[in-house]
């Protein structure tokens, strides 16, 4: 296991951006296309030197989505994809590479499988937190206090339609690295990130003194670079499916290259 | 028209919470139009001002008060209670839905936005959007499933007249649900100008408790209604249950008289035993879940995946139930029963031939509930049925159902008309 029990996702992170200026987490929907492409791009993953991936467990309301994962989650679904095919892929996938992993998924799937359950399950599988987009922080107290006796780290989100007060109130709660969306609206859609994603961050760096990583519009190498000196991590989601799906295998793995280079 | 008391008997809990249920499980990036809405809404409740000109307008422009009509003929024909209906038919675009649309667009007005937004599942809640966007001179989107667009297209016809936008929701099962998470996805984007106007009791606090607030209205009429006709409460109220927006509405004005008891009637589709059906509660086979922004019962699978339902009624096919809803069946204040769209079609076909009344499916549900019941009533009892919308809207479902040949000529000889 390449898991170090005992050392929270802050720590991981911190160690890994003392060689680097900013991290990479990309992204796959468990299941979609199906589980043995996921193991591909996994493998993709680990030999471009991703950092952080993470694992989206489908639910057939995913709310917070756009068109690409939507279609993603509900094609997961209907293959069949449940809750032991997706523990059973993090848990290899833990095991065999060397970025950290966390869960995402909707928090019906955490309430169905009970706090306790959910953070045992994650913990077993060798996964460092979790992001559920549709759990805000003031109904998350059983789930934090569970995931606090795992090692678990829940990420919260912050976005820039939120106000002074909610930011702080979001850093407070704050554990492992916060997800900062870059824009409103759902993931899948392209950014311009010249446009007060500076502010933004500073806003979001005010109110946290954990890790910042950049989602929601994060395409391409010129994106990643642009974060440099901006954020701690960068997040590609619908981008990555994307590049699987039109460049293929090898487009992918160099897709991934190209990313990677930009956080060296 | 009394103005709704401030700590009113379904005010939720804390965070918007009924017992277990409700709450509010939003995307981070509508926190503060969840907060501005709370704001807005507790502003308008607190203003005698705000209900005074809500039932002014419900009074000039859509047919308020609605009348209750004592159905003698029904009565005779089973020959227990007597029975009542309140006409929430007689609302403008043929609905109670329109209730909550024209109070909800009184709030948009107070909080300047320009566009409203909804989903639809039958197209009722479409129209009636549609309709006070019209007449607001707001911009208007509507949500509806694929699946819908095709079963209802009069619906979609009539919004598009209205000057509504209607874009085919193709994601999930294409029906009511992805219409939400549309609406949903839309608004995480649009917040800024545009008010979401949830068409039922259901989704994140406030709209449980604000939906039911505007319907509350039904109620609080009803009651004094069947005070002013028998002289006293009726023992039993019935109201069909989708989300759940008429039955809260009409329940609102008894929840404070325990001797009154109240029936919600639930879709049983093709039998709860087929897998093809609608009911969460009387069924007993939903499950607590949080899904679309709020915590209720769901017909759901052992993973929390949401399952498809079904029912002749489009309003009524949905996986969730208004949070007030399932608490008051957890705390056994509603009774919930369910019936099948074979009885529905019976009660549908009785309630036309005997009084001259035709209530759209959705409603025939509640006739259907009621008319299994009320001759083990004494006919010294009566009891109230919420029509809670008209059929004529369900006319190509409703002749499918009854198998008429001349309607299904009918359209062959329009068809042939329109050949191109």
Request: with cysteine; proline share 4%; glycine share 10%.
């Amino acid at each position: 296991m390449t898991v170090t029990q005992g050392v929270d996702l802050e720590s991981h992170l911190r160690r890994r951006l003392e060689k680097k200026p900013l991290l990479l987490m990309t992204h796959l929907v468990v299941g979609y296309p199906s589980l043995e492409a996921n193991w591909a791009m996994l493998e993709a993953m680990d030999s471009a030197g991703v950092d952080l991936v993470e694992l989206q467990m489908p639910f057939s309301e995913p709310i917070a989505d756009g068109p690409s994962f939507v279609k993603a989650n509900h094609d997961a679904i209907t293959a069949g994809t449940p809750w032991d095919a997706y523990f059973d892929l993090a848990a290899r996938a833990s095991e065999r590479f060397s970025f950290e992993i966390v869960f995402m998924g909707y928090y019906n799937s955490v309430f169905t499988m009970g706090a306790e359950r959910f953070c045992e399950k994650l913990s077993e599988a060798g996964m460092r937190g979790f992001i559920v987009p549709d759990l805000p922080p003031e109904e998350a107290a059983d789930l934090t206090a569970a995931a606090r006796d795992r090692e678990l780290a829940p990420i919260f989100i912050m976005t820039p339609a939120n106000s002074e007060a909610r930011l702080a109130e979001i850093g407070s709660h704050a554990s492992g690295f916060v997800y900062c969306a870059a824009r409103k609206g759902v993931t899948g859609r392209k950014t311009d990130l010249s446009e007060g994603v500076a502010a933004f961050l500073e806003r979001c760096r005010t109110a946290t003194s954990v890790p910042l990583g950049l989602g929601f519009g994060i395409r391409t190498a010129d994106d990643v670079r642009e974060l440099r000196g901006l954020a701690d991590i960068a997040i590609i989601g619908t981008a990555g499916l994307d590049a699987w799906e039109g460049l293929g295998a090898d487009g992918y793995r160099q897709y991934l290259k190209d990313l990677v280079a930009e956080t060296v | 028209m009394t103005i709704p008391a401030e700590r009113s008997p379904w005010a939720p809990g804390r965070e918007g919470y009924y017992g277990d249920f409700g709450g509010a499980f939003t995307p981070e990036v509508l926190h503060e139009t969840f907060a501005e809405l709370r704001t807005a809404f507790d502003d308008a409740r607190r203003d005698p001002a705000f209900w005074e000109s809500y039932v002014a307008l419900m009074s000039t422009y859509a047919g308020r008060s609605t009348p209750v009509t004592y159905c003698d003929n029904l009565t005779r024909a089973f020959g227990g209670a007597r029975i009542f209906v309140k006409r929430e038919d007689l609302n403008h675009t043929g609905a109670h839905k329109a209730n909550n649309v024209m109070g909800q667009g009184l709030l948009v007005q107070r909080m300047g936005k320009r566009r409203v937004i909804a989903e639809t599942g039958a197209g009722q809640h479409g129209v009636a959007t549609a309709t006070m966007a019209a007449r607001f001179g707001l911009a208007c989107t509507i949500y509806m499933g694929e699946e819908d667009v095709a079963r209802q297209h009069p619906n979609v016809f009539w919004m598009k007249q209205l000057g509504a936008e209607v874009i085919a929701v193709t994601d999930g099962t294409r029906t009511l649900k992805d219409a939400i998470n549309a609406a949903l996805r839309d608004w995480a984007e649009s917040m800024d100008d545009t008010h979401y106007v949830m068409g039922t009791v259901c989704g994140p606090h406030p709209f449980p408790e604000m939906v039911t607030y505007f319907q509350s209205i039904i109620g609080q009429e009803a009651r004094a209604q069947m005070l002013d006709a028998t002289g006293e409460l009726p023992r039993r109220v019935y109201a069909c249950v989708g989300g759940g927006s008429n039955a809260s509405g009409i329940f609102a004005g008894f929840l404070d008289d325990p001797s009154v008891e109240l029936v919600g009637v639930e879709a049983a589709g093709k039998g709860i035993d087929s897998g093809m059906h609608a009911a969460r509660l009387a069924g007993g086979k939903g499950r607590p879940g949080v899904a679309q922004g709020y915590k209720t019962v769901f017909l759901q699978n052992e993973e929390g995946l949401m399952q498809d339902t079904y029912s002749v009624a489009a309003g009524l096919d949905y996986i969730g139930v208004g949070p007030m809803l399932a608490d008051l069946h957890q705390r056994g204040r509603v009774r919930f029963e369910s019936a099948t769209d074979a009885e529905v079609v019976e009660a549908l076909r009785l309630t036309m031939r005997s009084e001259g009344i035709i209530p759209a499916l959705e409603s025939s549900h509640a006739f259907a509930g009621a008319f299994r019941e009320v001759s083990s009533l004494s006919s010294a009892d009566s009891v109230l049925i919420n029509q809670s919308g008209r059929g004529d809207k369900d006319i190509f479902t409703v002749a499918d159902a009854l198998d008429d040949n001349d309607w299904k000529d009918f359209i062959q000889r329009k068809s042939a008309g329109y050949e191109r």
